[in-house]
């Protein structure tokens, strides 16, 4: 048995020498040692030897298996090494090459002209306010003076979810539950920023998804001359410091009075030109004095406190701003026409 021993050896050894891959490896270990392998096969015929051959058998056979054992382990280390190598030498990189051009990002005009804004307001002791794009109707309209048969909800054309639960129209929404956090002791000074939604089909002008800055000032003693000096110092640090503004009367069912902002034209400053269509006034937002109604659903007494409301589109802001005359190049990430807004 122990010839037969010595020649599993030298047979094993040979194959081992010859393999060229860690599967062939593998399977050489199981052929020789696995549970089932030659090694086991012979042993199981030791019950056969005299009594007093046996351990002698017993110890030249686990030297055998720790030889060879010891074998396949050097020869693993020598193919893994030998692929290793291999692998680096196909996947070596060059440092002295010239690396890859990697364009930078930057922000979305859009996103440039929000920050803008927020800052101006900041600026001016404004605090960020912010609230859920799903709402409930009568945080986007009822509480905002515009109950269920109010002819001004057909000025919206509204996504709803259930009969109470709809995309917000407007970030008006926030005003009220903004007020109702604080009041009635906490003055309001606050702006907000965010995405409305309306059921417009998509043009050179409307969008079912655009962007929207809302401001809302509630104290004591707030008159109209508040709200036209904020609106002023907004628009020249936006436009310029020779802008200027004018109030047109206008009807919003949450202000009372209501008015329509314009700014001189950037463009022509105020002589007349393609963009302001020759009125020297371009639109940029609607304004007015809270109604009594919504500063009473806000949890505040009309008779202690007044307050003036303004929201503006911010789409309309960046195209007036940047001569943009079409809302949709916004949304349909033309890198062309992005590009030339970076760094802006």
Same mark, same amino acid.
């Given at each position: 048995?122990?010839?037969? #021993? %010595? *020649?599993?050896? !030298? &047979?094993? $050894?040979?194959?081992?020498?010859?393999?060229?891959?860690?599967?062939?490896?593998?399977? @050489?270990?199981?052929?020789?040692?696995?549970?089932?392998?030659?090694?086991?096969?012979?042993?199981?015929?030791?019950?056969?030897?005299?009594?007093?051959?046996?351990?002698?058998?017993?110890?030249?056979?686990?030297?055998?298996?720790?030889?060879?054992?010891?074998?396949?382990?050097?020869?693993?280390?020598? #193919? %893994? *090494?030998?692929? !290793? &190598?291999? $692998?680096?030498?196909?996947?070596?990189?060059?440092?002295?090459?010239?690396?890859?051009? @990697?364009?930078?990002?930057?922000?979305?005009?859009?996103?440039?002209?929000?920050?803008?804004?927020?800052?101006?307001?900041?600026?001016?002791?404004?605090?960020?306010?912010?609230?859920?794009?799903?709402?409930?109707?009568?945080?986007?309209?009822?509480?905002?003076?515009?109950?269920?048969?109010?002819?001004?909800?057909?000025?919206?054309?509204?996504?709803?979810?259930?009969?109470?639960?709809?995309?917000?129209?407007?970030?008006?929404?926030?005003?009220?539950?903004?007020?109702?956090?604080?009041?009635?002791?906490?003055?309001?000074?606050?702006?907000?920023?965010?995405?409305?939604?309306?059921?417009?089909?998509?043009?050179?002008?409307?969008?079912?998804?655009?962007?929207?800055?809302?401001?809302?000032?509630?104290?004591?003693?707030?008159?109209?001359?508040?709200?036209?000096?904020?609106?002023?110092?907004?628009?020249?640090?936006?436009?310029?410091?020779?802008?200027?503004?004018?109030?047109?009367?206008?009807?919003?069912?949450?202000?009372?009075?209501?008015?329509?902002?314009?700014?001189?034209?950037?463009?022509?400053?105020?002589?007349?030109?393609?963009?302001?269509?020759?009125?020297?006034?371009?639109?940029?937002?609607?304004?007015?004095?809270?109604?009594?109604?919504?500063?009473?659903?806000?949890?505040?007494?009309?008779?202690?406190?007044?307050?003036?409301?303004?929201?503006?589109?911010?789409?309309?802001?960046?195209?007036?701003?940047?001569?943009?005359?079409?809302?949709?190049?916004?949304?349909?990430?033309?890198?062309?026409?992005?590009?030339?807004?970076?760094?802006?």
């Amino acid at each position: 048995m122990q010839e037969r #021993l %010595e *020649a599993l050896e !030298r &047979e094993a $050894r040979a194959e081992v020498a010859a393999g060229r891959d860690l599967d062939t490896l593998k399977d @050489l270990r199981v052929r020789y040692l696995g549970k089932k392998g030659e090694l086991t096969q012979i042993l199981r015929q030791m019950g056969a030897l005299p009594v007093d051959q046996r351990p002698v058998v017993g110890k030249f056979a686990n030297e055998v298996r720790d030889r060879l054992e010891t074998l396949l382990a050097e020869r693993e280390a020598e #193919l %893994e *090494a030998a692929s !290793r &190598e291999l $692998r680096l030498t196909r996947e070596g990189v060059d440092i002295t090459l010239p690396g890859r051009y @990697l364009p930078r990002g930057w922000k979305h005009p859009l996103l440039q002209v929000q920050q803008e804004i927020e800052d101006v307001f900041l600026g001016m002791g404004f605090t960020i306010a912010e609230g859920p794009e799903v709402e409930f109707d009568c945080f986007n309209f009822e509480l905002l003076n515009i109950p269920r048969d109010h002819p001004a909800r057909d000025m919206q054309d509204t996504f709803y979810l259930t009969d109470d639960i709809l995309l917000r129209t407007h970030t008006s929404p926030v005003q009220i539950r903004h007020m109702r956090s604080v009041a009635p002791a906490t003055p309001v000074k606050v702006i907000v920023p965010g995405r409305v939604y309306r059921r417009d089909a998509a043009d050179a002008t409307h969008s079912p998804i655009f962007h929207q800055v809302e401001g809302l000032v509630v104290d004591r003693g707030i008159s109209m001359g508040d709200l036209k000096g904020t609106l002023l110092a907004f628009a020249r640090q936006l436009y310029g410091p020779a802008t200027q503004v004018r109030l047109r009367p206008s009807y919003f069912p949450f202000t009372e009075p209501s008015a329509e902002v314009d700014v001189s034209c950037s463009f022509c400053h105020g002589q007349g030109c393609r963009v302001c269509k020759g009125s020297g006034w371009l639109e940029i937002l609607g304004s007015g004095m809270v109604h009594p109604v919504v500063l009473q659903n806000g949890g505040y007494d009309p008779e202690e406190v007044s307050g003036f409301a303004f929201g503006m589109g911010i789409e309309r802001i960046a195209m007036l701003k940047y001569g943009v005359d079409d809302l949709r190049l916004f949304y349909q990430s033309d890198i062309r026409f992005l590009r030339q807004f970076e760094g802006v």
